[in-house]
């Protein structure tokens, strides 16, 4: 918890983050890269609030959009 801050303004915060979160999207591979880094410096990334499942999948998306843009580069 924030420190110094009133039981209203925890309050007040918790609704704004969930009105954020409402109104927000993911960036699916910004999302695999912070999680990957996550994952290699040893963090566990189930704190994150995402699944095994979930965190697999995007971890899967990442390494399938290196792929293409591997392929797509012209070779030197």
Not at 15 to 43: M, P, V, Y
Request: overall charge negative; glycine content about 8%; hydrophobic content about 40%.
């Amino acid at each position: 918890m924030a420190e110094g801050w009133s039981p209203e303004m925890v309050r007040a915060y918790v609704i704004a983050d969930n009105k954020l979160s409402e109104n927000g999207g993911w960036n699916r591979e910004l999302l695999a890269e912070e999680l990957a880094e996550l994952q290699a410096l040893g963090f566990d990334k189930l704190l994150t609030g995402f699944s095994d499942k979930e965190i697999g999948e995007l971890l899967l998306h990442a390494v399938r959009i290196r792929t293409k843009h591997c392929r797509s580069r012209p070779s030197r």
